[in-house]
């Protein structure tokens, strides 16, 4: 399905904001307090510190991310074609341009603590918009899905899982175990809040009701909510019974009405709540 343009300008302009804001996290929060998190990244950190005593403050981190890329495009490009990889190719240059012309400002330097979680939360965002809009910006994912292409009984994630603690480890034994365990917890931060921004913010409530009385309870909470209502049909497997399951989606506060609503109709009603991660459509996030 083809996109429109305005969408197409809106993915490409989050992979520039997304893009910024890695850069940003790389270059002033993480290089400073030597924090190596996986990924090209912190390959290009581990090189600059490398090539100190060669080159006057060591290679920048733009060219590193760069250069390392160029290889893992070319095979990309080879197994699967330049329409797979064309918005990761944007994203990592990007990626270097933005390290290139950011000023670097160490906003928590020497606080080991703040740098993983401002590093984590920061760096989750950028990814997490890069990653909205169907793009990465090349490194290790590309190069899983690389490997991937090859060993198939490998997923993508358990690949870049091995590469990643490869390149922490190396970064322990640059800059001493201690900064490798504060890295764990901006890890974890960006895994968390990349998947924030991925899945959705905007958390609701699903819940699930058995009743005897379907129609009465359904139209009270389509007009006491305002939220509609869908009845499925259940067989109750121990009696054979059939019966009727509504099936509702409100808001984490509407969640505690809708269950008075139910078991003051019916204190027999059988409620299941589960979380739901995202909701679009009238009510909710308009698609």
Not at 139 to 150: C, E, K, R
């Amino acid at each position: 399905m083809k996109k429109n343009s305005q969408t197409v300008i809106k993915e490409y302009l989050m992979i520039v904001i997304g893009t910024g804001l890695i850069a940003f996290a790389v270059a002033s929060i993480y290089d400073p307090s030597g924090f190596v998190t996986g990924g090209f990244s912190g390959l290009a950190i581990i090189v600059k510190q490398l090539t100190e005593d060669i080159v006057p403050g060591g290679v920048s981190l733009a060219v590193t991310n760069f250069v390392l890329n160029i290889p893992v495009f070319l095979i990309a490009i080879r197994l699967k074609g330049w329409r797979y990889i064309v918005k990761t190719v944007f994203g990592t240059v990007m990626l270097s341009i933005w390290l290139a012309i950011l000023p670097v400002i160490p906003i928590a330097e020497g606080d080991f603590l703040l740098t993983a979680l401002y590093g984590g939360v920061v760096m989750g965002i950028g990814i997490g918009l890069v990653f909205l809009s169907q793009a990465t910006t090349g490194g290790t994912d590309l190069i899983a899905a690389i490997i991937q292409h090859f060993w198939r009984h490998y997923s993508i994630a358990d690949i870049m899982q091995v590469i990643d603690a490869f390149i922490v480890l190396a970064g322990a034994y640059l800059f001493g175990i201690q900064m490798a365990l504060y890295a764990v917890i901006s890890i974890y931060l960006v895994s968390k809040v990349s998947d924030g921004i991925i899945e959705g913010l905007k958390f609701s409530k699903a819940a699930f009701i058995i009743t005897k009385k379907p129609d009465e309870l359904s139209r009270i909470l389509m007009e006491d909510l305002s939220r509609g209502v869908t009845g499925l049909s259940a067989t109750g497997m121990y009696s054979g019974e059939k019966k009727n399951m509504l099936f509702c989606v409100v808001s984490r506060k509407e969640i505690v009405r809708l269950k008075e609503l139910a078991l003051s109709l019916d204190p027999d009603a059988f409620v299941i709540v589960t979380d739901v991660r995202e909701v679009l459509g009238e009510g909710f996030i308009e698609s």
